[in-house]
């Protein structure tokens, strides 16, 4: 009989997210029912109305805490109108929930949904906590914005295989011979904290370079395994294809990823490998696979 492992993933959220919630677990259930049956994985989902119980002898986000949070091996947080709560130390009893998580070193996936409501609905106080929230937390790559429920379950769902897949075979990975640093040109380097902290799970470590100039500055003093690019930044709309040309011309074939908005368009794909690129993208999935693909190769 195989065995699996089996992780907790708490679920935390407002009051106005509540009806989102089943779908949260139908994602991780197909997570389960696909990857997790292929992988030996099992996540278990608890939140404070299933798994809660009644108990005195403390404030009722400290008996949370103890009773489901800190049994938590990550946690899905969402937020929508609401930011819920006040707890005696924290805003809300969510927010308490993720700041506790985090500083346990523990995965946080976040996530803030733009669904249209209307005005009147809209308690401005507690809305006016969210922005604040996000504004707190906005450098640090931590959430994403998602457009309706239906794109947060199948964001959900895609963002647990990338952070699982890093944890079972980062290890293995990160004891693969070559150089493992790669240099990430973005001029906007918080978008992709997230994609960078899967692949440091793998054993991969970075430079940031915000422009072209710097980078080639970079790669004057480093030696790199791998190149991933946007392409408009502040100084052009084409800039990564620069980027490219001018290390194409002075002979170096380094691995070249654009990771770019509609990269993965079948154009956009046609013409970066015309220009010399290994590859490009939108979709985290598949820069990350190519990132691996392309080390293992090299």
């Known amino acids: 009989m195989k065995m699996a492992k089996v992780y907790d993933l708490l679920i935390s959220c407002p009051g106005d997210v509540s009806q989102f919630v089943e779908m949260l677990e139908n994602a991780t259930s197909k997570f389960n029912n696909f990857y997790g049956r292929e992988n030996g994985i099992v996540l278990r989902t608890i939140s404070w109305t299933n798994n809660a119980f009644p108990q005195f002898g403390g ?76 504004e707190k937390h906005k450098n640090e790559g931590l959430f994403f914005t998602i457009p309706d429920e239906n794109a947060l379950a199948n964001i959900f769902r895609e963002h647990l295989e990338l952070y699982i897949d890093s944890i079972l075979h980062g290890v293995e990975f990160s004891k693969t011979r070559g150089n493992k640093l790669i240099l990430w040109v973005d001029d906007c380097p918080e978008n992709n904290v997230y994609v960078r902290n899967i692949l440091e799970n793998y054993g991969l470590k970075f430079d940031l370079a915000l422009s072209t100039e710097r980078a080639l500055n970079f790669m004057q003093n480093n030696t790199y395994s791998l190149i991933i690019s946007d392409m408009g930044r502040k100084e052009g709309p084409r800039e990564g294809y620069v980027l490219l040309k001018k290390i194409r011309d002075s002979g170096n074939n380094i691995p070249f990823v654009i990771f770019s908005s509609d990269g993965s368009r079948l154009e956009h794909r046609v013409e970066a490998e015309k220009n010399g690129a290994q590859g490009s993208t939108d979709t985290m999935p598949e820069v990350v696979d190519m990132v691996l693909k392309l080390l293992l190769n090299t």
């Open 59 to 134: 404030h009722p986000q400290k008996i949370l805490d103890k009773q489901i949070v800190d049994k938590a091996d990550f946690a899905v947080a969402v937020f929508w109108t609401r930011f819920g709560t006040e707890t005696e130390d924290y805003g809300s009893g969510t927010e308490q929930e993720i700041e506790r998580m985090l500083n346990e070193g523990k995965q946080v996936f976040l996530y803030f949904l733009d669904k249209p409501v209307s005005p009147s609905k809209i308690d401005q106080g507690q809305y006016a906590k969210i922005q604040a929230f996000r």
